[in-house]
């Protein structure tokens, strides 16, 4: 079955609308169909930051319900999540965008999307096993002894924020180990989580996230051709988001 897995969207619905018509896909009945076939799947983190999380949001509920959504939540996802489950969270890191959103919805409407989001979260796997195993799609990634293992807290934690020890970098990022130097395994794994300039192969790894939120551009892999297509950001550009690995 064919693929075309989208990077971290953030809201940046317009960019996102546009890479689907690159990719050839055309609205029907409220959702996005392939005249070939192919099918949609997401790293997650579809919200926060950008200017319209709601429809982003929106997109996917239709996704859903067509039967036609293969998504993964990153770690706004699973933010927004406890926000809405009315955990206190820190309305920070791009959830106040958001919440602002959220928050100039009416009354009514404000519950039947924190209803519907919380069913849909409450849904998704950690990550995505296709293509009989031989695709795994992770937010921030996953070690190759994780996959296939029983979900318990270390997992998801890597999973969603990546390989991290709790350090942080002088401007208060986290510091994330580079796992996919490390992989080995035969499963191509796909991730998003750290923005970088152009997609990022290593070994059977390849990050997607191409910071379309900070001025970059959002990415899509077409599997199992392992082509990338991307479309140009409308936002601000921000150098200083984007991860150098300094290896490549």
């Not at 619905?13 to 070939?36: A, M, R, S, W």
């Not at 293969?70 to 206190?88: A, E, I, M, T, V």
């Amino acid at each position: 079955m064919p693929y075309d897995i989208i990077g971290d969207i953030h809201g940046c619905y317009e960019e996102l609308l546009e890479l689907l018509k690159v990719l050839g896909y055309e609205q029907k009945n409220g959702t996005f169909i392939h005249p070939d076939g192919r099918n949609l799947a997401f790293v997650g983190d579809a919200a926060d930051r950008g200017p319209e999380s709601l429809a982003v949001w929106q997109f996917l509920f239709n996704m859903e319900d067509a039967k036609k959504l293969f998504y993964c939540p990153g770690n706004h996802c699973n933010k927004f999540y406890r926000y809405l489950k009315g955990s206190n969270v820190q309305i920070t890191h791009g959830l106040e965008t958001t919440v602002a959103e959220f928050k100039q919805l009416t009354k009514s409407k404000q519950e039947k999307f924190r209803k519907r989001f919380i069913a849909f979260y409450e849904k998704l796997p950690f990550y995505n096993r296709l293509d009989n195993e031989k695709l795994i799609i992770a937010h921030a990634g996953i070690r190759e002894d994780m996959i296939g293992q029983p979900i318990q807290k270390n997992i998801i934690t890597f999973v969603l924020y990546g390989d991290i020890s709790g350090e942080k970098h002088p401007d208060g990022r986290p510091v994330r180990k580079d796992w996919a130097k490390a992989y080995h395994g035969d499963a191509l794994i796909v991730y998003g989580h750290t923005p970088v300039k152009e997609p990022r192969k290593k070994n059977a790894t390849i990050n997607i996230d191409t910071g379309c939120v900070f001025g970059g551009k959002l990415t899509a892999l077409r599997y199992p051709e392992m082509e990338t297509v991307s479309v140009p950001s409308k936002q601000p550009y921000i150098a200083e988001k984007f991860h150098d690995y300094g290896d490549d």
